[in-house]
């Protein structure tokens, strides 16, 4: 699995390394913007039109992505694929050079992540990545700049994940805090551990902007000196039927006052939502001062937005 290979005309978000560096900061610091003044940017992409497709449940990414279209000026097509001819064998090849005709950019999220990136292969408009098997980076788009409201700025900063360290998350974390130039460290049980190809490419990219990349298996180790101590919950959407035992090998990986107690006392909690309270994080601290879980979930809205704008702007 490689980087998307985006064109100057056909910028397209398909994985957190779409972006370099200096691009992940421009749109940090325009969802900033977006942030300090919500209302002040009708007409960003006045008259535009925007597909926004469906092919698993959501509510944070469906309600902020409909939200932030009609507040940049634009157009939400919300396409639900229990209604239409996706998911009935039409080629994603196809449905992209049809929707490239009639939209100005196509908002995706699906399954494996094939699909997505054939629908990007065919189409002439942008394409965004609203999650996917391996990967959430709108979600970690938003992560950032919470860390970067919270802590001032992401550069050298440590951000530990622990959990189920196979997941979508827990690649955009690498990848998304690398490009940033943080220092990830990722915790995960025997058997929930990150994608070998990612972890390498992660690597690669911190090394580039003097972040780090670190895999632990013992949380308190992972956890100690930490900035940002985040989590998922322990059974991703469509695993709930794996026949694993999601609970037990994960209960050390548990976020409670005993674990963040070994974080810096100024570090940060981040957990994507939905949370299943009393399994990879306590009520104590998703409710406790150190949370900053529902500004995560705020600046979904507002990093979304300027993702938009950057892309539109590029094709």
Same mark, same amino acid.
């Given at each position: 699995?490689?980087?998307?290979?985006?064109?100057?005309?056909?910028?397209?978000?398909?994985?957190?390394?779409?972006?370099?560096?200096?691009?992940?900061?421009?749109? /940090?610091?325009?969802?900033?913007?977006?942030?300090?003044?919500?209302?002040?940017?009708?007409?960003?992409?006045?008259?535009?039109?925007? !597909?926004?497709?469906?092919?698993?449940?959501?509510?944070?990414?469906? $309600?902020?992505?409909? =939200?932030?279209?009609?507040?940049?000026g634009a157009h939400a097509v919300l396409i639900d694929a229990t209604n239409t001819h996706f998911g009935r064998g039409e080629t994603m090849s196809d449905a992209a050079k049809v929707l490239s005709r009639y939209v100005d950019a196509i908002v995706i999220r699906t399954f494996e992540d094939t699909r997505i990136e054939e629908l990007a292969d065919a189409a002439t408009v942008p394409v965004i990545n609203a999650l996917t098997n391996h990967f959430?980076?709108?979600?970690?788009? !938003?992560?950032?700049?919470?860390?970067?409201?919270?802590?001032?700025?992401?550069?050298?900063?440590?951000?530990?994940?622990?959990?189920?360290?196979?997941?979508?998350?827990?690649?955009?974390?690498?990848?998304?805090?690398? $490009?940033?130039?943080?220092? =990830?460290?990722?915790?995960?049980?025997?058997?929930?551990?990150?994608?070998?190809?990612?972890?390498?490419?992660?690597?690669?990219?911190?090394?580039?902007?003097?972040?780090?990349?670190?895999?632990?298996? *013992?949380?308190?180790?992972? =956890?100690?000196?930490?900035?940002?101590?985040?989590?998922?919950?322990?059974?991703?959407?469509?695993?709930?039927?794996?026949? /694993?035992?999601?609970?037990?090998?994960?209960?050390?990986?548990?976020?409670?006052?005993?674990?963040?107690?070994?974080?810096?006392?100024?570090?940060?909690?981040?957990?994507?939502?939905?949370?299943?309270?009393?399994? *990879?994080?306590?009520? *104590? =601290?998703?409710?406790?001062?150190?949370?900053?879980?529902?500004?995560?979930?705020?600046?979904?809205?507002?990093?979304?937005?300027?993702? /938009?704008?950057?892309?539109?702007?590029?094709?």
């Amino acid at each position: 699995m490689t980087g998307h290979a985006a064109t100057p005309t056909r910028r397209h978000f398909l994985r957190d390394d779409d972006l370099t560096s200096a691009e992940q900061d421009q749109v /940090l610091t325009l969802a900033q913007e977006y942030a300090e003044n919500r209302r002040g940017h009708r007409k960003a992409l006045d008259g535009k039109s925007i !597909a926004v497709l469906f092919e698993k449940p959501s509510l944070r990414t469906r $309600v902020s992505f409909e =939200v932030g279209i009609s507040e940049l000026g634009a157009h939400a097509v919300l396409i639900d694929a229990t209604n239409t001819h996706f998911g009935r064998g039409e080629t994603m090849s196809d449905a992209a050079k049809v929707l490239s005709r009639y939209v100005d950019a196509i908002v995706i999220r699906t399954f494996e992540d094939t699909r997505i990136e054939e629908l990007a292969d065919a189409a002439t408009v942008p394409v965004i990545n609203a999650l996917t098997n391996h990967f959430h980076p709108c979600q970690v788009l !938003a992560d950032l700049q919470t860390v970067r409201q919270r802590l001032g700025h992401t550069q050298g900063r440590t951000l530990t994940y622990v959990g189920d360290a196979a997941n979508n998350m827990a690649h955009s974390y690498l990848l998304g805090g690398a $490009v940033a130039g943080m220092h =990830v460290r990722i915790a995960g049980p025997f058997g929930f551990t990150p994608d070998r190809a990612i972890l390498a490419q992660a690597a690669e990219v911190a090394a580039r902007t003097g972040g780090s990349v670190t895999e632990y298996t *013992e949380a308190k180790a992972a =956890v100690s000196g930490a900035d940002v101590i985040a989590t998922d919950t322990w059974t991703s959407m469509g695993h709930e039927g794996d026949g /694993l035992d999601r609970i037990t090998p994960f209960l050390p990986y548990q976020i409670n006052a005993a674990l963040l107690a070994h974080a810096d006392p100024d570090a940060i909690v981040l957990h994507c939502l939905p949370a299943h309270r009393g399994e *990879e994080i306590t009520d *104590e =601290v998703m409710d406790g001062a150190a949370s900053a879980v529902f500004d995560q979930a705020e600046n979904r809205l507002h990093a979304q937005k300027a993702l /938009l704008t950057f892309l539109m702007e590029q094709a």
